[in-house]
């Protein structure tokens, strides 16, 4: 077993007096006092994430457009220098190795975001395929803390936080990234999450990231941000609809069964890692992630089954009881015949079969 | 809200208050600590027989599912409405407010002291 990895934070999650919980090798803040207040206060004012497990990549050098565009499902050439884009690592088999955002820093710099579990899939993978290409690839997961601030009044509380500077934050439109500073600490500020929620995701030295923190806490306080756990981060993403590494996104799932089809871009002039397996489409009868919602209180989970009539047609991958909405809603994959909006299906929830009905995603959209 | 330390425990995480011959039986802070903001409770009705070591109930966070193990034989004599009504009691008031179920029993087995149970769980 490896041994346990601290966040750059973890002393002040100690002295909030967070529960932990192992993600990928990492002890976490998996809630601080509730998980539900955490939540509705991401909702309704704000919260405060420590993502620093996550890994971050650069891919720098004049052929890195090129080289990305080969690695990626996206075509990340076409982004402009602040933009940012969600993508997928695919295997040559079309599965999904990682999902990821990428940030066009510069004209020859992008910023890859993976998950904490795929690091060093994703790093490993990345070297191989930008190879032959003029560029390099860095894994600088260590080296870069990351904070994120998300709710609706993530803004307010970021433009008084005393010593962040960044000139753009008023124009910063949502997916796109600005450099900025925190005292003397480069910061890469972008308005980006994974909450549902208007945000933002600060990357910045792992050594200024306590201070940052705390100074969040405090600005914010009076408009109600407070730290929030990975219990919430996962409610939160449910409702938004938002797939998980592990649980909705695997090597086994082709994006179209995702509903991540447009994140592929068949377009793109040249070859790329999973084309000619996407091009041939997913296998006949492979099942489809759909969102299903339920009455009561009885939440379906991952990896209860789901029945159409007496026919077991799928399966959940997350579930709970929607904080915000009041009822229980899962993402599953269900076979195709059982995946349209409004069919009536049921879920085994230890023994008890619950109706639940196929619904569009996201169960929960914030107000424009 | 019971003095902790007169209650006694199971290893299921469970706290028992014995008067007489009725048991009242609930989850110990700790155990609610772990399992979050608890969301929905499931228990027996009353009048119904429960089995010591079996599953007789449900408690719900919205990360996880806690069983509810029966720590006597006996027969139920009520159930807590008021948790099942607002599960947060669970989080907010385990030892009082948050207790589940009311057992009548015949034989109490053996269960754990409060310094027994505060090793097991290590504080």
Sequence with gaps: ?368 | MPDKTTLQYTPEHEWVQVDGDVATVGITAYAAEKLGDVVFVDLPAAGSSIASGKVVGEIESTKSVGELFAPVDGEILEANQAVVDSPELVNSDPFGEGWLIKVRFAALPELLSFDEYSALVGE
């Design chain 1, 1 to 368: 077993m490896t041994e346990e990895r601290f966040s750059p934070l973890h002393q002040a999650h100690l002295d909030a007096g967070a529960s932990f919980t192992d993600f990928a090798g990492w002890m976490m803040p998996v809630r601080y006092s509730s998980d539900l207040a955490e939540h509705h206060a991401v909702r309704t004012a704000a919260g405060l994430f420590d993502l620093s497990h996550m890994g971050e990549i650069l891919v720098l050098g004049p052929e890195a457009s090129d080289a990305l565009d080969y690695a990626l499902a996206g075509k990340l050439s076409a982004i402009e220098i602040g933009q940012a884009k969600y993508s997928l690592l695919l295997s040559r088999e079309g599965g999904i190795v990682d999902d990821l955002v990428v940030y066009r820093t510069g004209e020859d710099r992008y910023l890859v975001v993976a998950n904490a579990s795929n690091r060093e899939a994703v790093a490993a993978e990345l070297r191989d395929r930008c190879s032959p290409f003029d560029c390099e690839v860095q894994d600088e997961s260590d080296d870069i803390a990351l904070i994120a601030v998300q709710g609706p009044r993530a803004f307010e509380i970021l433009t008084e936080v005393p010593g962040v500077r960044v000139d753009v934050l008023g124009e910063l439109g949502y997916y796109r990234s600005a450099h900025g500073h925190y005292g003397d600490h480069a910061m890469l500020v972008a308005r980006t999450g994974y909450t549902g929620e208007d945000g933002y995701e600060l990357y910045l030295d792992p050594e200024a990231a306590p201070a940052l923190w705390d100074a969040l806490l405090e600005t914010g306080a009076g408009a109600g941000l407070v730290p929030a756990g990975l219990a919430s981060r996962d409610t939160l993403r449910l409702e938004a609809g938002m797939p998980l590494y592990g649980h909705e996104l695997s090597l086994d799932t082709v994006p179209s069964q995702a509903g991540l089809g447009r994140v592929v871009n068949l377009k793109k002039e040249g070859d790329f890692v999973g084309r000619a397996a996407i091009e041939a489409g997913p296998d006949d009868g492979a099942r489809v992630l759909v969102g299903l919602a339920a009455e009561g209180k009885r939440a379906g989970r991952a990896d209860y089954p789901v029945f159409d009539g007496e026919n077991e047609v799928g399966i959940i991958t997350s579930g709970a009881l929607s904080p915000t909405l009041g009822h229980p809603i899962a993402m599953a994959y269900v076979a195709l015949e059982s995946a349209d909006l409004g069919t009536e299906l049921f879920i085994d929830v230890r023994g008890t079969r619950i109706p639940a009905t196929v619904v569009s995603l996201p169960f929960y959209k914030r107000k424009a």
